[in-house]
């Protein structure tokens, strides 16, 4: 079976950008279910939109957390079938964006539970290592820009405030770092030159 390892980190650690830099300069594997990895995939991306910008942000209220966790359920089914199909063609390395580690750590965060998608999420085959981009939340705050793009995913309280973005990142880190405790980690400072953050994930995964 196919190895494969999960690329993890905060909100605006840099991910994206290094699965785009692996993908297009050194031929590796990407899975992830960001836009401009899907493809003709158009399911998966309304799926993730309306999850974000409707199902959650009126999880508890208009929704239970049952089917708030229903929708983004087959966007985390489509990492899981997207993996195989990858494992079994030719190319570089095969890393996924996050995984489902990220996902499971801010639900759990915001209060929208359900042992029975979660039990579905943690049986899914794991990654033989993790690197971690770590990078404080009060650099990543301000990488949001001066429009502060963030979505009601990533921060504490109804509204965005800079306290209600720090607090959860740093909460959001230690669940995170607390799943992957049977799993090798290699930590990864985020806060680096791209150039020399792209060096290190490769060098942590020729190390795997």
């Known amino acids: 079976m196919t190895a494969f390892w999960t690329l ?6 840099g991910k994206s950008t290094a699965l785009r830099r692996l993908r297009r300069e050194h031929g590796w594997r990407v ?13 998966i991306s309304t799926l ?3 999850w974000v910008d409707q199902a959650l942000r009126h999880a508890g209220t208009r929704y ?9 359920h087959p966007v985390i089914l489509h990492q899981r079938d997207e993996l195989d199909r990858q494992a079994t063609g030719e190319g570089g390395p095969l890393v996924v964006d996050s995984s489902y580690y990220k996902v499971l750590a801010a639900c759990t965060l915001l209060g929208v539970t359900d042992d029975g998608v979660f039990d579905r999420w943690r049986a899914m085959r794991p990654p033989c290592g993790v690197v971690y ?13 001066p429009l502060r793009e963030v979505s009601a995913f990533e921060h504490y309280g109804p509204t965005l405030t800079r306290e209600g973005f720090v607090a959860f990142q740093r909460d959001l880190r230690a669940l995170m770092l607390e799943q992957l405790a049977d799993l090798p980690v290699t930590m990864v400072d985020g806060a680096a030159p791209p150039d020399e953050v792209l060096a290190k994930i490769i060098s942590a995964v020729g190390r795997s």
């Open 8 to 13: 993890l980190g905060p909100d605006f650690a």
């Open 31 to 43: 899975v992830s279910h960001d836009d401009e990895f899907l493809g003709d995939r158009p399911l």
């Open 48 to 50: 993730r939109r309306c």
């Open 64 to 72: 239970t957390a049952e089917l708030v966790l229903s929708v983004m």
């Open 133 to 145: 981009l770590d990078v404080p939340p009060e650099v990543t705050w301000e990488r949001t820009g």
